[in-house]
């Protein structure tokens, strides 16, 4: 019995030597990524531009709204109600287009972050192959790695090849 104990830690042993394993801390690697920057500053732009619209509208908006005021005293109570309720059709039916705008916006970013996250992982996977590993494990916050040594951490490595190739 001892020596089939002996034997399975012998074989344990050396199996767990033959096994490559690295992580990579996922925060800090999409973090550092040039092209994941450059989508999140292509996308607060539009967000910001969208904002700005959104404003705009909304103070052109109350401007009619007062002057609407102003002039629904000087008319019949059915006139006035029949404006009131065309400018609350026209307020409605912008805000429902500034929605959809933002919702199109939040699509088309989510689409695209997903890209970029397949991008990293497949770099990632095309890393382990290369450089015989049979696992990157996946770190930062959320992670699976609680504890790696330095020395196994392929981070800084997987960084600079996606960063040099999106460069090109």
Known sequence: MKKIIGIALAVLAISCQQNKIGFVDNVKLLDGYQEKVDVETKFNAKVETLSKKRDSISQAFQLELQEFQSKAQSM??????????????????VAQQLQQEEQALQQSSQAEM?????????QIEAYGKTNGFTYILGGGEGGSVLYGVDTQDLTEEILKILNDKYKN
Not at 76 to 93: D, H, M, V
Not at 114 to 122: F, H, R, S, W
């Open 114 to 122: 997903d890209t970029l996250v397949n991008k990293v992982k497949d």
């Open 76 to 93: 019949s109570q059915k006139n006035a109600q029949e404006q009131y309720n065309l400018l609350q059709q026209r307020g409605q039916f």
